[in-house]
């Protein structure tokens, strides 16, 4: 099935994590390691998360947020809540693919 827009390209595991995160609101990294954490068992370095933070504010899915704190929050984007509904929606064609061809391949 075509994507609807294709600038989405390659979409990785992490850069899932980080919108699914900022979905529920502005976070800084540290916030956002550990929600991961909590929410999908994934334990991310912090060059990981930083190289995905710095991968999604140039597609301008997130953007970061003035703060009088050291630590530098983000927020996710209105286009970036597009591609967050778009990859989820295709997550969910994949998992219940995979959950048909498992329950066929037991019969």
Do not use: C, N
């Amino acid at each position: 099935m075509a994507r609807k827009s294709q600038e989405l390209g390659r979409f990785t595991d992490v850069a899932l994590l980080v919108l699914i995160s900022l979905a529920e609101g502005q976070k800084h990294g540290y916030l956002m390691i550990s929600d991961i954490e909590q929410f999908s068992g994934t334990s991310l370095e912090p060059g990981t998360l930083y190289g995905a933070l710095m991968r999604l504010e140039e597609r301008g899915w997130i953007e970061p947020v003035e703060s009088a704190e050291r630590r530098k929050p983000y927020r996710i984007t209105g286009s970036g809540r597009d591609a967050l509904r778009e990859q989820l929606a295709t997550l969910r064609r994949v998992e219940q693919a995979g959950v048909r061809r498992v329950a066929w391949g037991q019969a």
